[in-house]
């Protein structure tokens, strides 16, 4: 089957994509809301050596998606892009490891498990993993298939533990830990970048940042309007 068929998609499909993509990875107060369970629900399933709940808390984080925008951005070639979803990212990071770093120090264990030595063990298959994985995720975004796709996709790549291991380290003082989870995490965060520029370029997302930026700005007036509200209401209530 011929690549231009297999990565061909209309224009609208293309938008419709972009917009999706930055509404989805929005940081909102609901993605907070299920980041930090995700964090929480990881952070005790490494520490009681659980590898179920700890799949369960993947499942439940949403950081997949500013990563992939990320990756969107670069092929758009997008400043705003790619500055939303780094400080998307950022704050996705310190959350996961201060709320880790939180319950494992509320926990107050001081012994490793073999789960928190699984992710604190990298090396170069993992970034194959997260590569492969990063091109069915960005392949099935753009073809609409996120429903049943991605859940297996944030199984396959580890975000979060590696995240909730780095908080443990940080509260347990385990040097090899920190620097072992902190490679994994950049190991899948740099496959899965490089994975969804690839997919984007070859279906042609290029020449949209206008399409892109407009969304953006769209997002960042639609946020400036909800805060005026907010403060008018306050004020009313206070005036009242």
Do not use: C
Request: cysteine-free; glycine content about 6%; overall charge negative.
């Amino acid at each position: 089957m011929p690549i231009k068929s297999v990565f061909g998609a209309t224009f609208f499909d293309k938008k419709k994509t972009i917009e999706t993509l930055i509404e989805e990875s929005r940081v909102s107060s609901t993605y907070y809301l299920y980041l930090s369970f995700g964090a929480f629900i990881s952070t005790l399933g490494l520490l009681l050596d659980n590898a179920i709940v700890i799949i369960g808390a993947i499942l439940i984080a949403p950081i997949l998606f500013p990563i992939l925008s990320l990756g969107m951005g670069m092929v758009t070639s997008s400043p705003d892009a790619i500055k939303r979803a780094l400080k998307n990212i950022s704050r996705s990071i310190a959350i996961t490891i201060g709320i880790a770093f939180l319950t494992s120090f509320l926990v107050n264990q001081p012994t490793t498990t073999h789960q928190l030595d699984l992710v604190s063990t990298p090396n170069f298959l993992f970034f194959l993993v997260a590569f492969f994985s990063g091109i069915i995720a960005a392949f099935s975004w753009v073809k609409q298939d996120t429903t049943s796709i991605l859940p297996g996709i944030a199984i396959t790549v580890s975000l979060v533990p590696p995240l909730s291991a780095i908080g443990v380290a940080l509260s347990i003082l385990s040097r090899d830990i920190l620097a072992g989870s902190l490679m994994l995490f950049l190991i899948n965060l740099m496959g899965i970048v490089l994975a969804s520029m690839v997919v984007f370029s070859l279906f042609g997302f290029s020449g949209l940042q206008k399409i892109q930026d407009k969304k953006i700005h769209d997002e960042e007036e639609e946020e400036l309007q909800e805060s005026i509200e907010e403060l008018q209401a306050l004020e009313e209530k206070d005036n009242g």
